[in-house]
């Protein structure tokens, strides 16, 4: 049984649609699939009615969250996506995004980049007039503006944008969001029936990473996992994750976060033992698996 539990669509910054993502999910041999959209469930709906049969459709989303000024991600999974205190966080932080990445743009602009947002916007897959938010949910991010410099020739990679000179934390043309607390994260997954895992937790080459004892300061209140097996994770740091783990009864994952042409990684890259992914159904009482009836 393959099971990937950290997948993008077009619906945040991947590039395949959800209906894609999960028929090229089943094509890659895949028998369960999560699709995790940053701050969004707007790819839920599509993903499910496309959904080949043999394969299941674990519903989730990865939610922007910030901790004494470090930027983290939370896998939330299997939530109920009406509960109504959780949809306000995600859409508050939703909400954000487009006036970031407007901001992105024009100090981009200030350094001298032709980019425009309408450019961006095209990318993203959203109207060039949308204003405070993006229609339908859609999330927009830095992966977009990224992609512009890759077309304008400004950076030749998607990941090249990601430094000091560019768009990363602190860069030149870099622009705080609004983030949950993590704890705060828990909680509201908690309460709308879900589980939350720490998504790529010690991928310090993405930039500072919070303390390993932040781990045991969120396991304590009420973390369920970590994302282990993860391209940005070299084997001593899986290691150190799996201590960790077994440290402070926190389940173990493994995921590809495949963004679809957006990045290198590719479906079913890394995978979650399946005795692991019968324990996050489990713990789960907000919403079940979608299992494929064709579709």
């Given at each position: 049984?393959?099971?990937?539990?950290?997948?993008?669509?077009?619906?945040?910054?991947?590039t395949d649609?959800?209906?894609?993502?999960?028929?090229?999910?089943?094509?890659?041999?895949?028998?369960?699939?999560?699709?995790?959209?940053?701050?969004?469930?707007?790819?839920?709906?599509?993903?499910?009615?496309a959904?080949?049969?043999?394969l299941?459709?674990?519903?989730?989303?990865?939610?922007s969250?910030?901790?004494?000024?470090?930027?983290?991600?939370?896998?939330?999974?299997l939530?109920?996506?009406?509960?109504?205190?959780?949809?306000?966080?995600?859409?508050?932080?939703?909400?954000?995004?487009?006036?970031?990445?407007?901001?992105?743009?024009?100090?981009?602009?200030?350094l001298?980049?032709?980019?425009?947002?309408?450019?961006?916007?095209?990318?993203?897959?959203?109207?060039?007039?949308?204003?405070?938010?993006?229609?339908?949910?859609?999330?927009?991010?830095?992966?977009?503006?990224?992609?512009?410099?890759?077309?304008?020739?400004?950076?030749?990679?998607?990941?090249?944008?990601f430094?000091?000179?560019?768009?990363?934390?602190?860069?030149?043309?870099?622009?705080?969001?609004?983030?949950?607390n993590?704890?705060?994260?828990?909680?509201?997954?908690?309460?709308?029936?879900?589980?939350?895992?720490?998504?790529?937790?010690?991928?310090?080459k993405?930039?500072?990473?919070?303390?390993?004892?932040?781990?045991?300061?969120m396991?304590?209140a009420?973390?369920?996992?970590?994302?282990?097996?993860h391209?940005?994770?070299?084997?001593a740091?899986?290691?150190?994750?799996?201590?960790?783990?077994?440290?402070?009864?926190?389940?173990?994952?493994?995921?590809?976060?495949?963004?679809?042409?957006?990045?290198?990684?590719?479906?079913?890259?890394?995978?979650?033992?399946?005795?692991?992914?019968g324990?996050?159904?489990?713990?789960?009482?907000?919403?079940?698996?979608?299992?494929?009836?064709?579709?």
């Open positions: 049984m393959r099971i990937d539990l950290h997948t993008h669509s077009t619906a945040s910054d991947g649609t959800p209906a894609e993502l999960v028929r090229n999910a089943a094509a890659a041999g895949l028998d369960v699939v999560a699709l995790t959209d940053h701050d969004t469930v707007a790819g839920h709906a599509a993903a499910a009615a959904l080949p049969a043999g299941t459709l674990v519903t989730g989303a990865e939610l969250c910030r901790l004494n000024g470090v930027s983290l991600h939370l896998l939330a999974y939530f109920d996506p009406d509960e109504p205190e959780f949809a306000a966080a995600r859409e508050l932080v939703r909400d954000d995004r487009v006036p970031r990445a407007r901001a992105m743009v024009g100090k981009l602009r200030e001298g980049v032709p980019v425009t947002w309408e450019h961006v916007a095209r990318i993203a897959g959203v109207p060039a007039g949308a204003g405070q938010s993006a229609p339908g949910g859609v999330a927009v991010g830095r992966p977009h503006v990224a992609a512009a410099l890759v077309e304008l020739g400004v950076v030749d990679s998607v990941s090249d944008a430094t000091e000179d560019w768009l990363a934390n602190g860069g030149r043309a870099h622009v705080e969001k609004h983030e949950l993590p704890f705060d994260a828990i909680r509201l997954v908690k309460a709308a029936g879900g589980v939350t895992v720490f998504a790529h937790p010690l991928a310090e993405r930039g500072v990473c919070v303390p390993e004892s932040a781990i045991a300061e396991a304590a009420g973390l369920d996992g970590v994302e282990v097996d391209m940005d994770h070299d084997p740091t899986r290691a150190r994750l799996r201590g960790l783990a077994a440290e402070h009864g926190l389940l173990t994952t493994g995921s590809s976060d495949y963004h679809g042409s957006r990045k290198s990684c590719r479906l079913g890259e890394y995978t979650t033992d399946p005795e692991i992914y324990e996050i159904v489990r713990r789960a009482t907000g919403a079940f698996p979608v299992p494929g009836a064709g579709g």
